[in-house]
């Protein structure tokens, strides 16, 4: 699933190519990627708009209209969002298409038919939009912030940074990758974190997300950008999907375990449990 350094990229790969296209045409071929709406209503309600603005909050996907409306894309597991030409041959998997004045097309490509857009004007009607944690990278998330986060917290510190509702916007990979970074196990207890580990595990969750955007996300599977970019984050990954190669700090060989069902990546030797 994209999560939040690819789910900025597209973002900010769209934002140059959308914001101020009018909408003249609206394609739905799989009828349930529409939430809440029917495909009547959601052709007439965005025919006509304008796009005025384009923004992410945690995995979602905000495209904001004229009419003070909201079209809110959740990519999940293997949707890709692409601006290209009209006259440019459709990908396949390509369900939902929404045309511009300019002959250019906003296209919604999901294999597995997992994703989800929404029209609201509340978040609040948005899947779990309203309900989000915190944004890791916000200028508001301090220390101090994340520290009070983990009161009265006592789960497996991998599940928790993989709730939604605790922290906006990790997923599997830069979930493996902080906790290799701040030198903590995947199973360890969040109640058996020192404070001094919660320090580094909040410098580890930022840098991790900020070079994921530094090199345009990382591309495993379907990731693409907003132009159909391949991302590069991929080639500096330290332990996710390395198992059995040698670690890059201390070569003991990198692991493999199920946590929660989630295949999870870690160095034994730098990650003491």
Same mark, same amino acid.
Not at 212 to 238: C, F, M, N, P
Not at 243 to 263: F, L
């Given at each position: 699933? *994209? ?9 900010? +790969? ?7 296209? &009018?909408?003249?045409? %609206?394609? %739905? ?9 029917? %495909? ?51 990908? &396949? ?40 944690? *915190?944004? *890791?990278?916000?200028?508001?998330? +301090? ?22 509702? /605790? ?46 955007? &530094? ?23 330290? %332990? ?25 990546? /870690?160095? *034994? ?5």
């Amino acid at each position: 699933m *994209p999560e939040l350094p690819e789910v900025q990229t597209v973002v900010d +790969t769209l934002s140059s190519r959308i914001i101020g296209l &009018k909408i003249t045409e %609206v394609e %739905v071929k799989v009828e349930k990627l529409i939430a809440l709406s029917t %495909v009547a209503d959601f052709k007439a309600e965005l025919i006509g708009k304008e796009i005025k603005g384009v923004r992410r909050r945690g995995k979602y996907i905000i495209i904001e209209l004229s009419d003070d409306k909201y079209l809110i894309v959740h990519l999940r597991m293997t949707g890709q969002l692409l601006y290209a030409a009209q006259n440019l041959e459709l990908a &396949k998997h390509t369900h939902v298409i929404i045309s511009f004045a300019n002959q250019h097309q906003l296209r919604f490509i999901n294999k597995r038919k997992f994703g989800r857009i929404y029209l609201v004007s509340d978040f609040s009607e948005a899947g779990s939009l309203a309900e989000l944690g *915190p944004e *890791p990278l916000s200028e508001d998330f +301090t220390l101090d912030t994340f520290k009070a986060l983990f009161e009265n917290r006592r789960g497996i510190i991998k599940n928790l940074l993989l709730n939604q509702k /605790f922290l906006a916007g990790l997923g599997n990979i830069y979930v493996d990758e902080a906790l290799y970074l701040a030198g903590i196990h995947p199973l360890r207890k969040a109640d058996q974190i020192s404070e001094e580990e919660l320090a580094k595990l909040y410098q580890a969750i930022r840098k991790v997300l900020k070079d994921g955007i &530094k090199h345009r996300g990382t591309t495993k599977w379907d990731y693409v950008d907003g132009s159909g970019q391949a991302g590069e984050h991929q080639d500096y990954l330290q %332990v996710y999907d390395r198992k059995g190669k040698n670690c890059y700090d201390c070569a003991e060989q990198i692991e493999k375990i199920k946590v929660s069902g989630r295949g999870t990546y /870690f160095c *034994p030797e730098c990650q003491l449990s």
